[in-house]
């Protein structure tokens, strides 16, 4: 019973991730309507900027995040306006090569800036504590608890102020909201904005219990993808949800099936889903 719940709390901090990874991925395809490809190189740049910030400039790990989320918000403002703005007009095909080419293009940077070797980030949440008969790291307790406060605030603020509701409203219908004056340029701008503070934000918290290296948004991107199509595509709840359920699905898988396959359990996960209900769990939800 005891190994369960250490189980079910390692499933919570890693579907913390995945859905703070998944809510950037899915606000980007609510507005925008493009599966951005390139989002897991955001995630990765994001721990790169956190590691060196604190190695290099010697920051303290939270003003070190604060300054890749600045850094990798950037970024994403400068992806929607140098690549995916120019193409809003082309073929869907287009946006799909271009954001391939943005994920290889910063992986490479990454390789030739900081080495293809894998980094540790140092934390100072390393200590164990013991709670409720259960070991766990600060650091796995600061991931869920700040992916928790961060979900809050991000629903606040596209439920409580008047940007986040044209956010709401561009996703809904982009053609309607700019006929009633929303400037949907900045909100696209914004979005990405915040997609890319998301990706570095569960990149800065995720890499001190694992590695920094250029190749580490693969797979949490892939895994991304799989989370907003169960959630259904566009839906805030459902990727939260979605990132839950794939995070306990292989913590549990890991433990009482078998480790080498935990990586699959999400794509089996997702045929399975699919058979049920092929538009996704919360896919009428919306926001």
């Not at 070797?117 to 390393?126: A, E, I, K, L, R």
Request: aromatic share 10%.
């Amino acid at each position: 019973m005891e190994i369960f719940i250490q189980q079910l709390f390692n499933g919570l901090t890693i579907g913390s991730v995945y859905s703070l990874v998944a809510l950037g991925l899915t606000l980007v395809y609510g507005i925008l309507h493009i599966p951005n490809f390139a989002h897991g190189a955001l995630y990765m740049m994001g721990g790169y900027i956190t590691l060196t910030m604190i190695t290099k400039a010697g920051m303290e790990y939270w003003l070190a995040m604060f300054v890749s989320i600045l850094v990798v918000g950037l970024i994403g403002v400068l992806m929607e306006r140098l690549v995916f703005h120019p193409l809003r007009e082309a073929p869907p095909i287009h946006d799909k090569i271009a954001a391939i080419g943005i994920l290889l293009f910063l992986e490479a940077f990454a390789q030739f800036v900081w080495g293809a070797d894998y980094q540790s980030m140092p934390t100072p949440y390393g200590n164990v504590v013991k709670l409720f008969g259960l070991t766990l790291t600060m650091q796995r307790l600061l991931i869920v608890i700040s992916a928790i406060v961060v979900m809050i605030l991000l629903y606040l603020f596209l439920k409580k102020t008047f940007i986040g509701a044209t956010i709401i409203a561009m996703s809904q219908n982009r053609e309607g909201a700019n006929l009633v004056g929303i400037n949907t340029d900045k909100v696209a701008m914004l979005t990405f904005m915040i997609s890319g503070g998301l990706a570095a934000i569960a990149s800065s918290l995720a890499a001190p219990i694992n590695l920094v290296f250029p190749g580490m948004g693969q797979l949490v991107i892939l895994k991304a993808f799989v989370i907003i199509i169960l959630g259904g595509m566009g839906s805030i709840p459902g990727a939260i949800i979605g990132g839950y359920i794939l995070g306990f699905s292989e913590s549990l898988g890991a433990t009482y099936i078998s480790n080498d396959y935990k990586d699959i359990i999400a794509f089996v996960l997702l045929v399975i889903i699919l058979s049920v209900k092929p538009t996704g769990l919360f896919s009428k939800g919306g926001q």
